[in-house]
């Protein structure tokens, strides 16, 4: 019996010992990054050890230099010139070079040297392998030298932040997952009882890059966040569950739906309500939530707040008295543009190919053409306050342009319809394309053609409709679609997600095709600008607003003289 125990006790004794080594398994690092590194390090000790001190010296370049890492010659330039670049450039390890993308296989090629550091990473480059590669050793340093200094001054113990050894395996084999093919997949969102009209906007936020950046970013910290009732902090659940977990069925936006109704008590209840003015809504609580946090006051024009940077433009009223030519100037903010489509639809006319009594479609760029027409103003719309006309009413000619284009474009396509307590649906047909250039509509394109007609040139605007490299050139994101009737209706919307349509009907999510799309009866539209460098490098008038009138009088217009435009 004591022989059988102790063989027992000897057989659970080798099972724990199994067991605990199965969950204490090691994981082996390699030594070397790859073959290349290998025999680069192995071959020479004073030649490893140069190649150690050109990417500490790198590696301090990255955190203190960024413009030297960054500044590039064309090895094909015969005056050798320098130039900065905002791509990533490749630091070599073996010279002094700093070759970009295009030049770093040249720079191999003739001078055998192929180990290098990426400059937006600080990670290591074989040119041989042509990929990245991990090396233990050199990934030690780079991860010493973008450590923080301690209070004391001096640099943080590796392991204070990186656990070694066995106490990192651990670490690794608790932490370490691998993301799902299915999270970031296309969800719907649950009705909650006639909140179809804030599932359209959210998607329309949600398939906004730069809505996309921000929410799930950390810039809006919701655990020391003061605002109550604060709507980003709800933004973030939503864009976090929907983007960044791998359900497939649908998702209930509850605290957005909560905090909205305690934010605007008008959004309170179950009744239906328009998107459009929901959208503005919400735009007004993501601007105000900025002032809690950096302390902007209300308005200016500087802030910084995500509203400002991703929908915020500006409109030009240009207004020319006709008895003394003279010209009054205003700018005034906008979150979006509303095309009145009752005018349009009344001067269309029948087209002949369609059946009898049918209607011709309007085009979107029809819209915006007659948005930004001329119109006439009687002497009891403007009073003309020159020295001329002494304040007194006078006929006028209103001109509207865009002087500002923000990175999204809302376009709201106005279907309501009201006559006195009377409201009805305007179901016109409105054509819009996948791709829109404003430029035909900016203030700029507007001052070229009236100094080429005084020269009597051409009064062609200084565009091609056919050029995608424009700065206002636009790509379609989001179609709103409202169907049925005013007071019981529904919203669906096609949303755009790497480069494949899909229909959001509440939960529901399915495949669409370019047709479906554009033969939608759009409400809203929404256009993102596609080429966003080119605002940043060059400023038009439509991009960056600038002061060319004289100091604003009491009535908050400014003027000045219609023959002093460029």
Known sequence: MDKEKSSIAEAGSLIKAITAAQDTRRIREVEFGCEHMQRFLTAAADRAERLKNSYIDWQRDLLTNPLKVQTTKDPKDPKNAAVTTLLSTFLCLQCNAISSSKDREMHGQTKKHHMSIESRSGCLYCGLCDDFVYDPTFEKIRIEQSLPPSSNGRKRKLNALYPLGEEKDKFVLQNANLLSCMAGAPRGMFNLGQTCYMSVI?????????????????????????????????????????????????????????????????????DQQDAHEYFQSLLDHLHRSVWCEEDVIPGNKACNCLYHQTFAGSIQSTVTCTNCRNVSTTEDPISDLSLDLRHHAKRKKTDPKSPPNVEAPLDLTTCLANYTTPEKLGADQYTCRSEKCGNTPQRAKKHITLKRLPPTMCIQLKRWEHRGKNAQKLDTKVNFPLQLDMTPYTARTHRKKQKALAQGLPSQGPYSPFTPRSPCWYELSTVVVHIGKLDGGHYICYCKRDGQWFKFNDSKVTLATEAQVLGAEAYLLFYILKNLGPLEEKSTDAEKPRVETEKPKTNGETEEVANEEE
């Open 202 to 270: 959210l998607q329309a936020m949600i398939h906004n890059p730069l809505m996309r950046n921000y929410f799930l970013s950390t810039r809006h910290e919701t655990a020391d966040c003061p605002l109550p009732n604060c709507i980003p902090c709800a933004m973030i659940v939503s864009f976090t569950d929907v983007l960044a977990t791998e359900k497939i069925d649908g998702h209930a936006p509850l605290d957005l739906l909560f905090r909205s109704w305690k934010n605007n008590k008008d959004l309170a209840g179950y």
